[in-house]
């Protein structure tokens, strides 16, 4: 426990650690994870997410550590149902602080202490790896590896609200258990869009998230996330997050100016659009020259529409979570 007592104050002091891996295919890389795991974690949970290599035997086998605790699913849930069988046995350990790291090899240990420090220090309720933070890792990243996230980056930022984030799909995390306990576990995405969604619901209940630069390793292994073959997928969830974020923030528990914003800007470029649409269509087909008054009234809609979707977009980036939820959360419980 000496990082989490030398890093922060008050009674975060006596903070307790748990470690979430899921585990599925990882060639027994993971069993040098947790030989590198650090003295400062309380409890390490290896989720054998139905591993054909029967991982979870491997690890009671070679591991002999008992912080170290194998928990078996029958059937494979991906790698976020395996992560939520994780958090679910990391709160009933009653413990303050739970991370989320792969079993792949690709994440330090060593990186943990940065990784928890931001919770600790009550300055974040939520922190996430950035690996694109030194440039000397990322020129060790493959070209379409760069590409896919930095779509992927753009997107998440839509659909969380967490215009300072990057890296959304990095699964280095750690999160306060207090806050962990106010999300919808169960309706969590349960395979490579967990860690997307999660910064979603963590976007609702307004925690504050933190990135933390961590090194990038690469080695022989091979990511079964193959950002071609999912993009389409993390394309339809974060459409579907943003909407659900938009009506959530600024018609369903508030009402704000940028949700006026939205509803004229919307409008009004749907109203010029569908009408210089038609308008142009229309002089086409009778061959004739628009007047330029038409013109402007189709235009200037749109120009007015985009202007107003800018201001909505400018004051969603302003208001980006800053306000530590799980201290709130403390201080409500004192009070009570």
Known sequence: ????????????????????????????????????????????????????????????????????????????????????????????????????????GQMDPTDMERIIRPIAEERADYTKGN??????????????????????????????????????????????SSVLRQLPLERLHRRYFFESDILFRLSTIRAVVCDVPIKAKYGNERSSLKIPNVLGSFLWGHIRNTFKRIFYAY???DFQVASIELLLGVGLLIFGGVLGTTTWINSAAAGIAT?????????????????????????DITSTPTQVLHKELRDEREEA
């Open 1 to 104: 426990m000496a990082i989490i007592r030398d890093h922060t104050a008050k009674d975060v002091a006596s903070s307790s650690v748990a470690v979430v891996i899921p585990c599925y295919r990882t060639e027994g890389r993971v069993i040098d994870v947790l030989t590198e795991m650090p003295a400062f974690v309380d409890h390490v949970f290896c989720v054998d997410d139905a591993c054909p290599e029967g991982i979870g035997d491997v690890i009671e086998r070679e591991v002999d550590d008992t912080r170290v605790q194998v928990v078996r699913h029958d059937e494979n849930q991906g790698v976020g149902g395996a992560t939520i069988t994780g958090y679910k046995a990391a709160l009933d350990a009653g413990v303050t602080i739970v991370v989320k790291m792969d079993g792949d």
């Open 131 to 176: 690996r694109f933070f030194r440039l000397d890792d990322v020129r060790q990243m493959p070209a379409v590896r760069i590409f896919g996230n930095g779509c992927l980056t753009f997107m998440a930022k839509f659909s969380t609200g967490y215009w300072n984030m990057f890296d959304p799909t990095n699964g280095y995390t750690a999160i306060h």
């Open 251 to 253: 018609y369903l528990r």
């Open 291 to 315: 007047p330029a008054g038409t013109v402007m009234l189709a235009a200037l809609p749109v120009i007015l529409g985009l202007q107003l979707l800018l201001a909505a977009l400018n004051y």
